[in-house]
């Protein structure tokens, strides 16, 4: 049905930058909200940056100022640009699709982020 597919994981030194891209791909109607949600060993999977259809963007305290979410409405993308890494962003990053119609929501297969110091 509705497919999202995401790259630009990866093992990255503390302080490089990294971006996320996540395409939804398959029979879409129309996206709301899309997220990026992150789960690293041992932790509840947690919203790291949300964006809306109209491009309001919220962001957990943790990555704020560091990183960027942006969505191209028209291709169905949603990128998230992680900049200043640290050791502590190391998880599982999951992109997210709010829809207007059924299925009404999807998830990623979810990509490694490693952050090494």
């Known amino acids: 049905q509705v497919q999202l597919v995401e790259s630009g994981g990866g093992l990255v030194q503390a302080g490089d930058s990294l971006r996320l891209s996540c395409a939804a791909s398959?029979?879409?109607?129309?996206?709301?909200?899309m997220g990026w949600y992150r789960q690293a060993p041992g932790k509840q999977r947690e919203l790291v940056a949300a964006?809306?259809?109209?491009?309001?963007?919220n962001y957990a305290n943790s990555v704020k100022g560091r990183f960027t979410i942006s969505r191209d409405n028209a291709k169905n993308t949603v990128y998230l640009q992680m900049n200043s890494l640290k050791p502590e962003d190391t998880a599982v990053y999951y992109c997210?699709?709010?829809?207007?119609?059924?299925?009404?929501?999807?998830w990623g297969q979810g990509t490694q982020v490693t952050v090494s110091s």
């Open positions: 398959g029979i879409i109607f129309s996206i709301n909200a």
């Open positions: 964006i809306s259809s109209g491009g309001s963007t």
């Open positions: 997210h699709a709010d829809f207007q119609a059924p299925p009404y929501d999807t």
